[in-house]
């Protein structure tokens, strides 16, 4: 293929608008970035989709695009499953046939949460919802359809300064509340969406990823856990003026549609290994979208 465009779908979303944001800093010099957003390609719009790709012609498809409201799909699924399985695996098929890359966001939600280390991507899947269902329906899509020429990056609690996110409720309600409760018996990773960006910028120009990866920000921690440093570091950057009491709590105690896995660390070696990824860690990534949030 001799195409050097890129066409990221989802441009409106936090990983899409970043990676729009993260390009106009660094763009690989070989390559055009195209972030489409719903309006200018719908994924599951069937024809119309694949008329699009086939008129672009990209070398590397990032597919940031998804069904994200993981509660509202309990009741929704058809919904999910057609954005989130049906779609990508018309994406997947125009990849195939047309000698293109297709790089595919997923979740820690394919997991039941039941292992107590850290998942490996070969880790056997057992989705608790229908969320993470769709997803690892798009991801099988992927594999039957696209193996060759495809990376699937599982990632997990993803924020950024843009959108709705954990990081940005949290600011909100301690900027509103006299005290909170968070739940601190689910163990995970948050991920900036700056971080997964740049791992995918890094991806891009080896050529030869293929299979399942894992990117998180690297810590093992609960949401209260989470809260706790989001307070810390927002008083620091002036965004919140004072400190509120927040309160560990069960799962039990914040009852959603959707069951979530209690454990969903993600094994990052086999990234690691095989790209130059993003060095700051957890806590570092959120200072960087702290400050941004600052700032604003
Ligand atoms: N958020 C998390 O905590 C999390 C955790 C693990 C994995 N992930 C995965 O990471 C990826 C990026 O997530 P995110 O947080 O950036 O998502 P997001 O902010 O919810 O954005 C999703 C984007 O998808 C777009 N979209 C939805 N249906 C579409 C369709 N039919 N055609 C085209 N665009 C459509 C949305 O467009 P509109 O703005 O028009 O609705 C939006 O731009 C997703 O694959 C998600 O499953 C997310």
Excluded at 129 to 153: F, P
Excluded at 200 to 209: G, R
Excluded at 244 to 263: D, G, N
Aim: hydrophobic letters at 40%; one cysteine or more.
């Amino acid at each position: 293929m001799t195409s050097s465009l890129i066409v990221a779908t989802g441009a409106t979303g936090q990983l899409g608008q970043t990676l729009s944001r993260l390009w106009a800093e660094s763009p690989l010099p070989q390559y055009q970035l195209e972030a489409l957003d719903r309006s200018e390609l719908d994924i599951s719009q069937a024809d119309r989709a694949i008329a699009v790709l086939s008129e672009l012609k990209p070398a590397v498809i990032i597919n940031a695009a998804a069904y994200t409201q993981v509660d509202k799909a309990e009741s929704d699924s058809s919904a999910a499953h057609l954005v989130n399985a049906e779609a990508v695996g018309r994406i997947a098929a125009w990849s195939a046939q047309n000698n293109a890359k297709l790089i595919h966001i997923s979740t820690d939600f394919v997991f039941d949460g039941s292992s107590t280390t850290p998942y490996r991507p070969d880790h056997q899947t057992n989705p608790l919802g229908a969320y993470g269902a769709s997803k690892l329906a798009g991801e099988h899509e992927i594999q039957t359809q696209a193996k060759q020429c495809s990376a699937i990056i599982r990632t997990s609690w993803l924020y950024s300064e843009y959108g709705n996110n954990f990081v940005k409720t949290m600011l909100r309600l301690m900027g509103e509340r006299e005290q909170l409760s968070v739940v601190n018996d689910q163990i995970g990773s948050p991920t900036s969406t700056h971080g997964l960006a740049a791992l995918i910028f890094a991806m891009i120009p080896k050529d030869n990823y293929q299979g399942v990866y894992h990117w998180t920000d690297g810590a093992s921690i609960s949401w209260y856990e989470f809260a706790q440093e989001i307070q810390d570091q927002a008083i620091q950057a002036g965004l919140l003026s004072k400190a509120i009491p927040i309160s560990p709590i069960s799962t039990s105690e914040y009852p959603t549609a959707a069951q979530r896995p209690a454990y969903s660390v993600l094994d990052r070696s086999r990234a690691k290994a095989e790209f130059e990824c993003p060095v700051e860690d957890w806590k570092g990534q959120l200072n960087l979208v702290i400050k941004e949030l600052a700032s604003k």
